[in-house]
């Protein structure tokens, strides 16, 4: 048995009303929600009593309409009873009898088929029902036949219960505050088995690692006057492709706890896992080898732990003129793939190759006639400029300068450049041409 | 019934054998190359070989980042993934682009001036097969840093990058893998042309000369702005 509940008072309390009946609970539209209520008998009773205590739900919800209910056999009956019938509905298995009295239009019938059915004198979902199955097959085709088994109350269907989505979580408190990684990494393992093999139940695999380790409490003699000094040590890992392969999660978390480890000990240890859809991967037999992702992101951990987290990635090109328009991006793991337009596009011309000097190299210099004739003790072999370039001027990064191309007697070509933001003559070689 | 005639067993000759494969010794068969993309040098050394170390030297404005650039867009344009190792931190993105290079098939690596980080990076870039170009910028470090690399650093990246796709780029102001390199390029560079307009700098006309394998030619090439 169904039990169907349409209010369109209160559509969004409707499901929570509903989860204290069953936790099965499909969501047919906006208001209108169906639930099992086979196993309610030995608790509530039988249809009676539990139609009286779901109205008796209903009331304590204040709702400003009476709401239809129907008990049904199956779940499309329940729905058509508690929506065109007012009050309490229930209908035992085989009795239609209620359903019959419904019009026509109480089915969502298409226009032609209701055209057909007018011209024929079916009022009622009980003159529909006395139709010869054979015969609508027959001239209507299954859509009605379909309507028929309903108005019949024949239709039954598995439910679509609303799925609570799930939460990839594990936490737990430590007996004993643990200040060495070892062991905390040891209970991340275990976690991070116990997600994987959801996930792997799921056909999911892990997008982002969320990592809490909440700290020891300073004691209040000694806490000094720092506000976020007792905050949970938190790590967010947003992975490059998505994986639930354990060793390698397990393996960059090592890094990451390794280049950050918490201030004082641990008293507890959460992990979650944002889910996502698994990679797939097409290899090409003419594609040439490239680093296996999980390798080559445990040897760019290892080496973002060594250099610095922001000094290694994959440059980006920024949409500006400004220097320096670039930024460092996580490294992309897409397979690869020949770019045939590119190698078309870019021909065999060899262009010069710049340096930088990162910052640039604040120098003195000597300007005769406009031109820069000696950088710090280097007399200017040759000179090109000036070339003047800005931008920028709304914001911070604003930038406006004359920029030469300078050789040196050290016999080397340099880009120099003077800044012209501020009064003072501040030159500086920008880096050099190589 | 007779028997089937069982065919004969080659008589082994050992002694037309000779001793290195007795012992299980195997003579190197010649590298792979990838071009350079420069059309001077390619025809000249016909590229860079694969699974060894080529060592590009120079003084500041020979060409040693021009002809890196080529290499490294050579390999991008084939979806070969690149690591470069830049240990003073002066590598140029947005001219690396315009010489034709694909940045997001290039892992790059900023070491900020030491020597020991970028030498760790590189040992594990090597360890980690797959790439087609692993190239190590010593450019503008000075000359007291890098003599502190002991030598059996370069031997142990010989070995390391010995049976992989990868070319091992070492660039520097003097030689650093000496022996260990397979091929090395001393650059030059010959003329600067400077114009009053944008480009600034027009054009500088560069030689790359190979001391290992010793070659009489010399490839001369143009690098424009």
């Known amino acids: 048995m169904f039990a169907c509940i349409y209010c369109i008072d209160q559509p969004d309390g409707l499901a929570r009303i509903a989860n204290q009946f069953s936790p099965w609970v499909e969501i047919v539209s906006p208001g209108t929600v169906v639930f099992p209520v086979d196993g309610l008998r030995k608790l509530i009773g039988g249809p009676h009593q539990i139609a009286s205590s779901i109205g008796k739900a209903l009331f304590d919800a204040k709702l400003r309409r009476p709401p239809g209910i129907a008990i049904a056999p199956t779940p499309d009956t329940a729905i058509l009873a508690a929506r065109h019938l007012p009050g309490v509905t229930i209908l035992a298995p085989g009795e239609t009898s209620a359903l019959g009295e419904l019009p026509i239009e109480s089915l969502p019938v298409g226009d032609e088929l209701y055209d057909t059915l007018s011209r024929w004198g079916i009022r009622s979902l009980g003159d529909l029902a006395r139709l010869p199955e054979t015969g609508i097959a027959e001239r209507l085709g299954a859509e009605a036949l379909r309507w028929r088994a309903l108005a019949l109350g024949r ?6 219960p609303l799925a609570e989505p799930t939460r990839y979580e594990r936490r737990t408190e430590l007996d004993h505050p643990l200040d060495q990684l070892e062991p905390i990494l040891f209970l991340l393992s275990r976690f991070l088995n116990e997600l994987c093999d959801e996930l792997k139940a799921q056909s999911l695999a892990a997008g982002v690692l969320l990592v809490t380790l909440e700290i020891e409490k300073l004691p209040s003699s000694s806490v000094k006057p720092v506000p976020l000094s007792n905050q949970p040590h938190v790590r967010t890992l947003r992975l490059p492709f998505p994986t639930r392969d354990v060793k390698f999660l ?45 390798k080559l992101e445990l040897t760019l951990g290892k080496i973002r732990g060594l250099v610095g987290q922001e000094k290694a990635g994959t440059p980006e090109l920024l949409d500006t003129w400004r220097p320096e328009g670039w930024r460092l991006t996580s490294s992309d793991h897409a397979a690869p793939k020949r770019d045939r337009k590119t190698a078309l596009e870019t021909g065999l011309t060899t262009k010069l190759a710049f340096r930088m000097f990162r910052p640039p190299r604040k120098v003195r210099v000597l300007v005769e006639a406009g031109m820069p004739r000696r950088v710090n003790s280097e007399r200017v072999l040759e000179v090109a400029g000036p070339w003047r370039t800005s931008g920028d001027w709304w914001g911070e990064m604003m930038w406006d300068r004359d920029e030469w191309d300078v050789a040196l007697s050290d016999l080397a070509l340099y880009r120099l450049f003077l800044d012209r933001r501020t009064s003072s003559d501040d030159w500086f070689l920008e880096g050099s041409y190589d | 019934m007779s028997a089937l005639p069982v065919p004969l067993a080659p008589k082994r000759d050992l002694q037309s054998l000779r001793s290195a494969d007795l012992l299980g010794w195997r003579s190197p068969s010649a590298p792979d190359l990838l071009p350079t993309g420069i059309p001077a040098a390619d025809a000249l050394l016909g590229g860079c070989p694969r699974g060894r170390i080529t060592e590009i030297t120079g003084p500041p404005s020979s060409g040693r980042t021009t002809v890196l650039h080529s290499v490294l867009a050579t390999a991008s344009r084939s979806a070969e993934t690149c690591a470069l190792v830049d240990a003073s931190d002066s590598f140029d993105p947005i001219s690396a ?44 470090l000075p000359a007291s840093a890098l003599r502190r690399i002991p030598q059996a650093f370069w031997f142990r990246f010989r070995r390391a990058v010995e049976d992989t796709p990868a070319v091992f780029l070492v660039l520097a102001h003097a030689a650093q893998a000496r022996s260990c390199a397979a091929l090395s390029l001393d650059m030059k560079r010959r003329r600067a042309e400077f114009s009053g307009g944008f480009p600034v700098l027009r054009s500088i006309d560069y030689e790359a000369i190979s001391r290992k394998p010793v070659r009489a030619d010399v490839a001369s090439f143009r690098a424009i702005a």
């Open chain 1, 250 to 294: 397990l393996k960059l978390l090592q890094h990451d706890l390794e280049a950050h480890p918490p201030t004082r000990a641990i008293t507890a240890v959460g992990l979650k896992i944002d889910c996502s859809a698994p990679r797939l991967l097409q290899g090409g037999l003419f594609v040439p080898q490239s680093p296996e992702p999980e």
């Open chain 1, 155 to 160: 239709i039954d269907r598995p439910l679509k």
């Open chain 2, 97 to 140: 682009a315009r010489a034709g290079l694909d940045c997001k098939r290039l892992h790059w690596v900023r070491c900020g001036g030491s020597v020991e980080h970028a030498m760790r990076a590189a040992d594990l870039l090597l360890a980690s097969a797959g790439f087609g170009v692993i190239a190590l910028d010593f450019c503008d």
